[in-house]
């Protein structure tokens, strides 16, 4: 959030307080920046004001290291979900260091000397590659958002004031992207244009696999191995993963290592006991890949407090994953009037796109939410919507307008949209609730 | 290099044995996996191959960490100047701990509590800006590249075979800013618009101060405290600095705390004994500003080696402070024949554009060498023109072609353009010659 303002009462400083010795340690071992500004914080206190113009500088080192004034970290729901700072980073990108995590067996340890990503079924020539074969293939570098299915699953329930905007929707990231399309190496195999679907397959302890169809392989699939400027993070999949262009995180296979091209999807565990869609009559929908448009305001947004009334700009990330984003609309009278948020260049097709809204808040309560609207005409639905396509009990998928209430006393909270009548009653344990359904946010 | 394959000669590889005992410290305090794979290399060898799918993965953490077998990192040239590895990037972002440094003194620590720019001199009422008042703004996310006037000097003088891409050319780096467009707040202050210049001043121990025309101020110049998704770093001017796109990157000012709206330049030591271009008849230009069209070759590059004949995708990087990269030429036989490189989307302006090359190797010894064309129709020079331009001594602003030997055994050495007669004399202490230039990489 590019416009949230120092602030005693500030969720992420609250939660630095609460993780000091850690950063401590870690800024101690990143270097002298961070050791000289750790010891303040082991002071337990801001340090008197120093002309810094009267004191030599600290030198620069190999790698840099973060001011400890300014430490985003992620913060971990359900075992093997770690959710992003979403609403403590600017622009678009996301930090390498600071990507969601999803995994179901941790992160895989792969020596790239070892790595192998082999290509066979319906081929003419089966195939193994190297790291050092991908890294040889032309490659190209885009930028795309990666979103888990099970992103703001907490918020199909009746929201929890405290729900912030990390920990309900934390579970999406952008990053830049450098790889071999897959179209090239599925050439290179001699891939049957006829074989409808592939097999991908992780090489973690979970051999977690997707089945994915084929035409989406031919069409905008990458195996990447570059993130943000430098190799895949360890926990986004090094050394190479799939990145398949707006469909939900679980078909995006990190540590990848097999692709089968076959005539019929592999029906594993991963696309019928989870990643499914139960529907009213107890049936289910199976490969929902695409992701919805949607938005979430990250400033203001729950655990923070606007310090004033007066002037603000608004801010937050709206994406698709059917294409670019076209509008985004935005009311701080909980949807008597929306009016249109400026869209922050780039607008990128797949991506988070940032938008921003000048508010001068009155000072009385307010609730605030965000409409986008995508190149598609596709428009972001309210719960109600979704419950009447869906029923109640598909949690995945959940694009649905998000708001916040701002308090007289400029504390925000989660609080549902004004429209919300289908689940309106109180929380409850959401999280026995979440693990009902298999594989959600695991 | 999104291209390069292992390779045991490899100079990143072998300096990253060189530097063994620094990456295990850090891996060590970065997480399971920098430990576990930081014990391997303690081996001093690759480990056995292990079934990753047989192992339960490491956890994730808040902040992740890069594995140990891709540890990229910066190589200090001189006092206060970090070559960034920009031959062992990928696409075009370079994440931030690796953006190039070059200070006058060091990392000035400033506490963002403690933080205020000031805006004086020909204004109608002068502002104190604190960090909160700079985020309430609204804020633009633009990614530009920024390239000291100083980078590629070593480059001047005769070239040494052992030069590598990193520590001739590595002071240029690339990020997505988010800040405040300056415009903004000159006019929040009542700026003159009659004033010709500004005077922009840090808050280090240097004190360094750059006088800056207005109507570039008045353009495109941001007050950043965004880079890549996160809070400025420190070594990049935390908490807030100029961005002055195009622009040489002594003006782009970090650690901002002072900017005089004035009538004249400030004619300080930074812009009258250094960063002044010395003209053959013993005058020297000053305010040199914009930054020339520019492109160099960083796969196969000084240092690597091409493993085998055949196919390789050359690929390196393009730029000019006027504009956007409108052409990259390659030529693989030293100049007598040229040919288009692919430009990598996105063309950004004033940032740096990845090209590539298909190349197949005859295994015959080798030159390459690129040449860009901007929108303005700028062609890189050659450094005989150069020369001819600006005489022998200004080493300042070198955006010469550079030359890259591809020698029998594969192995890439560093060569002086095939056109060269300047200066073609055997190299010599080229650090002696380079620190008789005031200010030249300090």
């Given amino acids: 959030m ?3 303002p120092p602030d005693p009462e500030d969720l992420a400083e609250r939660l630095l307080r609460a993780r000091l010795t850690r950063r401590q ?3 101690g071992a990143l270097g002298v ?4 500004a750790a010891g303040r914080f082991a002071l337990g206190q801001s ?6 113009t009267k004191v030599p500088g600290f030198p620069a080192t190999e790698v840099g290291a973060r001011t400890p004034f300014e430490q985003p970290f992620r913060i971990q729901v359900g075992q093997h979900s770690w959710f992003a700072p979403i609403d403590r980073t600017y622009g678009i990108i996301t930090p390498s260091d600071l990507h969601y995590v999803v995994s179901h067996a941790g992160t895989a340890d792969v020596a790239p000397s070892a790595y192998k990503l082999l290509i066979h079924g319906m081929v003419g020539n089966s195939k193994a590659f190297t790291l050092a074969d991908l890294r040889r293939f032309p490659s190209v570098s885009l930028t795309y958002s990666i979103e888990c299915s099970g992103n703001s699953a907490n918020a199909w329930f009746p929201p929890v004031p405290t729900d912030t905007a990390q920990n309900v929707h934390g579970l999406t990231s952008t990053s830049e992207w450098t790889g071999v399309p897959l179209s090239l190496l599925l050439r290179e195999a001699g891939a049957d244009r006829n074989a409808e679907w592939l097999l991908a397959e992780s090489q973690d302890a979970a051999v977690f696999a997707k089945s994915i169809p084929a035409y989406k392989a031919w069409d905008d699939v990458l195996v990447a191995y570059g993130q943000n400027g430098e190799a895949l993070r360890p ?3 090094y050394p190479a993963r799939l990145i398949v262009p707006g469909w939900e995180g679980s078909v995006n296979i990190k540590w990848l290592r097999r692709l089968e091209v076959t005539d019929r999807p592999f029906m594993g565990r991963e696309e019928s006991a989870s990643y499914t869609d139960v529907l009213p009559n107890g049936t289910s929908l199976q490969f929902t890949f695409e992701m919805g448009a949607k938005s979430v305001i990250t400033w203001p947004s729950g655990g923070y407090r606007v ?12 994406w698709s994953g059917r294409g670019r984003v076209a509008r985004v609309e935005v009311t701080t009278d909980g949807g008597s009037t929306w009016a ?3 869209l922050q260049a780039p607008v990128l097709p797949k991506a988070h796109t940032r938008f921003r809204y000048p508010w001068t808040w009155d000072g009385k309560p307010a609730v605030l939410m965000s409409r986008v609207t995508d190149d598609s005409g596709a428009v972001q639905p309210i719960i109600d919507d979704l419950v009447k396509e869906r029923g109640l009990h598909s949690i995945y998928h959940n694009n649905a307008v998000q708001a916040w209430s701002v308090e007289a006393d400029g504390s925000v909270l989660s609080t549902h949209d004004p429209f919300r009548t289908a689940l309106a ?8 609730l979440v693990r009902g359904f298999p594989g959600c946010l695991a």
Avoid at 33 to 36: E, S, T
């Fill in 307 to 318: 310090p004033a009334a007066g002037f603000w700009e608004l801010t937050g990330l709206a």
């Fill in 235 to 237: 926990e986004q999949g």
């Fill in 33 to 36: 920046a961070g050791a000289a």
């Fill in 2 to 4: 590019t416009t949230r």
């Fill in 340 to 342: 249109d948020a400026r």
């Fill in 47 to 52: 340090p008197p004001p120093v002309d810094t």
């Fill in 25 to 27: 340690l870690l800024a």
């Fill in 425 to 432: 009653a109180p929380g409850g344990d959401r999280e026995a």
